[in-house]
């Protein structure tokens, strides 16, 4: 009697993250998050172009954006109870397709894809989530002509190259 049980916790193996700042890039997206292994999980996010703060008044974007990766999960010593938090790298498949008003008043079409490799921090606490991240990659596909992307930036439609960053915040389950 002197030595209770500790029966450990329920070990969370999923998240639902939202991009707080992409509503002020004019998209909306959701991440969802699955541990599919010890310290590694898949991650599916879906975004819709044009639910959010158009900062670039009268380009009236409408879309949708996709987003796969598979994450490396470094463990946090001080989380045992959580695999998804600590530092991880993930390989992540891109994807934008939208429609935008160009300054001339045509309306233009966007089809963009990208490979980047990702770096960033996942920290758990209960149930609350805040994951912060940025990476770089590979894009192919046409370009905004106004410098407004989403999903992702391409530096612009003369390199291949793209960046990403951001935070998200949410709920592990």
């Not at 172009?49 to 010593?77: E, Q």
């Not at 001080?78 to 998804?84: F, K, R, S, Y």
């Not at 001339?104 to 994951?131: C, I, P, S, T």
Request: proline content about 3%; glycine content about 10%; aromatic content about 16%.
């Amino acid at each position: 009697m002197l030595f209770a049980q500790h029966e450990p916790r329920k070990m969370r193996k999923n998240e639902i993250k939202v991009a707080l700042l992409s509503l002020a890039s004019g998209t909306s997206k959701i991440t969802y998050e699955r541990l599919v292994l010890d310290h590694q999980s898949i991650e599916i996010t879906a975004g819709i172009i044009g639910w959010g703060f158009d900062i670039l008044k009268g380009s009236d974007p409408k879309g949708t954006t996709w987003r796969a990766a598979y994450k490396f999960i470094f463990p946090n010593r001080n989380n045992i109870d959580n695999q998804l938090c600590g530092f991880y790298v993930k390989p992540e498949l891109c994807y934008s397709s939208y429609y935008y008003t160009h300054p001339e008043l045509k309306r233009l079409k966007v089809d963009r894809v990208a490979l980047m490799g990702v770096l960033g921090y996942d920290w758990v606490k209960n149930w609350f989530v805040f994951d912060s991240y940025a990476g770089l990659g590979f894009a192919a596909g046409n370009c905004n002509c106004s410098n407004y992307h989403h999903g992702f930036i391409g530096w612009n439609d003369h390199t291949p190259f793209a960046f990403t960053a951001g935070f998200r915040i949410g709920i592990a389950f």
